[in-house]
């Protein structure tokens, strides 16, 4: 995937650098779904200390790390391995991220790479001013002591990132549990590709109502705990969108009183300025009365008679914030 850049007005003037980067067998799959659907401005960077696994992933750039440690061949399930092998690739990931405004970065949590390299890319990213994303998974609970390690991962992970979605495997097995592994696993993937592709495109894409890199980073810049949601329906239906946003099995979407919100609209030309409105108004009929809220809107032709809803939302109440800790 190439990076699109120079149509629309304020793209043009921004430049803004959007990296996505995936780490370990699980990120890496991840960024083979990004690849495949696209993300308007994005560049994808695949990073492993798997040679073999990295060959059969498509990214903008691969980085195999750490082959003077295990010659291309895996941790072994370590993350301490994962972490030096990160760190021996310090001035490449340094010189990689130089100048990057948006960060994500995602990997699954418990094996050795995503668990120890995910934190030290996060912390050279921040170093460099930029504004990090994390989107983690934690593994099954049957995976046994790989929860411990990647409880341990998350919270350096955390650390280093202004904002982080953490995600359950383990929901998929209240969701999906005749399917097999590979493609559980591929839910997943779908879902976190679909979320970096919304917030992405939010201020990659020029909009009718325009938002840019300053709003997404009054919402997501400061660490809080945050959410995401994504929704989609026809023009007919709007509630179903907001429904669909606010019922995701896989992410904590309990925003009752939160106290900011980015909302972003996307429809069909034909989309009314009283479905937009009715969209948002329900959506923000959940925050706190004094929420602060950014709103954006673009019309897509491909939409066609479609509305699309994606949300982020932060300053959850203390409740929400200590349920998604425990998590953590
Ligand atoms: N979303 C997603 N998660 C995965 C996938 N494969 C594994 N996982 C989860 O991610 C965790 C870490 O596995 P990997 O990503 O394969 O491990 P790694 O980071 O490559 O680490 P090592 O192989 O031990 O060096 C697993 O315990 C699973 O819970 C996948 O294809 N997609
Ligand atoms: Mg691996």
Redesign the pocket.
Known sequence: MNRRRGFGNKDDSSGLDVLVVG????????INRLSRIGAYGAKTIAV???RE?LKSITADTKMLIGKEHNKGL??????N??MQCAESAYGGFKKLLKDTELVFIT???????????APVIAEIARKQKAMVISIA????SI?GN?RET?IRGVSRLREYSNSMIL?E?DKLLEVVPDLPM?QA??I??SL?SELIKSVTEIITLPSLINLDYNDLKSVLGNGGVSTMMVGESTFDEPKKAVEEASKNPFLNVDYTGAKKALIHVTGGPNLSISKMNDVVDMMTSKLDPKAGVIFGARIDEECQNRIKLMSIVTGLNKGQKNKIKTIA
């Open positions: 780490v370990g067998g699980g990120g890496n799959n991840s492993n200390t798997d696994h895996g941790t072994g399930g370590n993350p391995v994962g990997a699954g949590m418990g094996g050795g790479t995503g668990t120890g390299a998974t934690m593994p099954f995976e790989r990647a995600l495997n590979d696993f591929g997943m993937d976190i």
